[in-house]
């Protein structure tokens, strides 16, 4: 490795113990989320329909952050 081999390998192994931190904390995150959308299901609560709206559509957002449907600001 032309003498470099001191930096690279340190570098790779870091690389990998992120790495293996990100996919364990993500998979632990889905996990989690699984749970809690269970327990949303069985208490009665229901899931929008894709596209974020009861009406099929995604609402517009103004540049205040309202919403032009309803006409109200975000808070």
């Given amino acids: 490795m032309g003498g470099y081999a001191a ?3 340190p570098s790779l192994g870091l690389t990998f113990v992120v790495m293996l931190g ?3 904390s993500t998979l ?3 996990r989690i ?3 809690r959308l269970a ?3 069985a208490e009665g609560a229901s899931r929008r329909p894709r596209g974020g709206s009861l009406r ?3 609402p ?3 540049r205040n952050g309202g ?3 309803s006409g109200e600001a975000a808070s």
Avoid: C, H, N
């Fill in 7 to 9: 930096f690279v390998w």
């Fill in 22 to 24: 990100l996919l364990v």
């Fill in 28 to 30: 632990r995150q889905l």
């Fill in 33 to 35: 989320r699984q749970r």
């Fill in 39 to 41: 327990a949303l299901e």
């Fill in 56 to 58: 099929g559509q995604a």
């Fill in 60 to 62: 517009t957002v103004t």
């Fill in 67 to 69: 919403d032009e449907r």
